[in-house]
T-cell receptor
Framework: NAGVTQTPKFQVLKTGQSMTLQCAQD?????MSWYRQDPGMGLRLIHY???????DQGEVPNGYNVSRSTTEDFPLRLLSAAPSQTSVYFC????????????FGSGTRLTVV | GQQLNQSPQSMFIQEGEDVSMNCTSS?????WLWYKQDPGEGPVLLIA?????ELTSNGRLTAQFGITRKDSFLNISASIPSDVGIYFC????????????FGKGTKLSVKP
């Protein structure tokens, strides 16, 4: 049981480049979310999904796109990377219903130069 | 938007000491959770609280859901070196699709 798997662990992009951060979970969780973590800022919600085919914006969605074609996968796309997107990105998932124990991946550290 | 005020920001304690940290909000939450993050890793859930006034323990950790539903605290008793890390509180309010609002974290350092 791998839990939540994020790839890559580290990435350096040039300003303007695009890329996709991958997230996969093998727990059949309905809910999946993407957060970014910046020093002293805690974790802020970028986008989330409550099931396959359903996505919505979180607190800081600008510059990011998501899709949820399967229950297992929830990729995060950076359309045109900017230095302000330098951050650590975490994907998380949880079952639907009253259990709010999100399981987090180990993160992707992204640097935009 | 909703915000959680978590304090203290950091703590330097001696091994064996007890630790206390808390979170407050101007908004009501239905659920409070406490996570711990080790360096280079994602947050790991420590304790979840679902009812106002609820007091829950997990080994040396004890957390409470405030009666007003606007605050929560986490206590760690008899700290050990492996308690080092960043502790986050998170709250979930009704109608938010299960999404969590996180505090900014308490960084705990333990001197052996």
């Amino acid at each position: 049981n791998a839990g939540v798997t994020q790839t890559p662990k580290f990435q350096v992009l040039k300003t303007g480049q695009s890329m996709t951060l991958q997230c996969a979970q093998d727990m059949n969780h309905e809910y999946m979310s993407w957060y970014r973590q910046d020093p002293g800022m805690g974790l802020r919600l970028i986008h989330y999904s409550v099931g396959a085919g359903i996505t919505d914006q979180g607190e800081v969605p600008n510059g990011y796109n998501v899709s949820r074609s399967t229950t297992e996968d929830f990729p995060l796309r950076l359309l045109s990377a900017a230095p302000s997107q330098t951050s650590v990105y975490f994907c998380a998932s949880k079952p639907g219903g009253a259990d709010y124990g999100y399981t987090f991946g180990s993160g992707t550290r992204l640097t935009v130069v | 938007g909703q915000q959680l005020n978590q304090s203290p920001q950091s703590m330097f304690i001696q091994e064996g000491e007890d630790v206390s940290m808390n979170c407050t909000s101007s908004s009501i939450f239905n659920t409070w959770l406490w996570y711990k993050q080790d360096p280079g890793e994602g947050p790991v859930l420590l304790i979840a609280l679902y009812k106002a006034g609820e007091l829950t323990s997990n080994g040396r950790l004890t957390a409470q859901f405030g009666i007003t539903r606007k605050d929560s605290f986490l206590n760690i008793s008899a700290s050990i070196p492996s308690d080092v890390g960043i502790y986050f509180c998170a709250g979930q309010s009704g109608g938010s699709q299960g999404n969590l609002i996180f505090g900014k974290g308490t960084k705990l350092s333990v001197k052996p």
